[in-house]
């Protein structure tokens, strides 16, 4: 059974850094066959998109509200991706999902989800 698992959330100040994870388990092919992308959600929002990666990692989209802060990755070997977040701000704090889809052009509707983890920025 095909299974997403984040990790690495927490609490942390603003201006601080988190790394999220998002390990790969049970699925047929690799990450290399994946586009991976990470959502955020906070109470009473839509989830939104806030960057993707390509199944080859060659190609990566950002979010405008992140961009130059957060940098995602994937690690083919270790069938994990990553979502490194620097200078975390305030409006950062929401549940994190990481999910896989065919391609980049399919990854707003994933075909696999994460359970999601929680980050939340305060002083």
């Known amino acids: 059974q095909p299974q997403l698992v984040e990790s690495g959330g927490g609490l942390v100040q603003p201006g601080g850094s988190l790394r999220l994870s998002c390990a790969a388990s049970?699925?047929?092919?690799?990450?290399?066959?994946?586009?991976i992308g990470w959502f955020r959600q906070t109470p009473g929002k839509e989830r939104e998109g806030v960057s993707c990666?390509?199944?080859?990692?060659?190609?990566?989209n950002y979010a405008s509200s992140v961009k130059g802060r957060f940098i995602i990755s994937k690690d083919i070997g270790q069938n994990t991706a990553y979502l490194q977040m620097n200078s975390l701000e305030l409006n950062d704090t929401a549940v994190y999902y990481c999910?896989?889809?065919?391609?980049?052009?399919?990854?707003?509707?994933?075909?696999?989800w994460g359970q999601g983890t929680q980050v939340t920025v305060s002083s």
């Open positions: 990666i390509s199944s080859n990692g060659g190609t990566t």
């Open positions: 999910a896989a889809a065919p391609n980049m052009n399919t990854i707003k509707s994933p075909d696999y």
């Open positions: 049970g699925f047929t092919f690799g990450l290399n066959h994946y586009a």
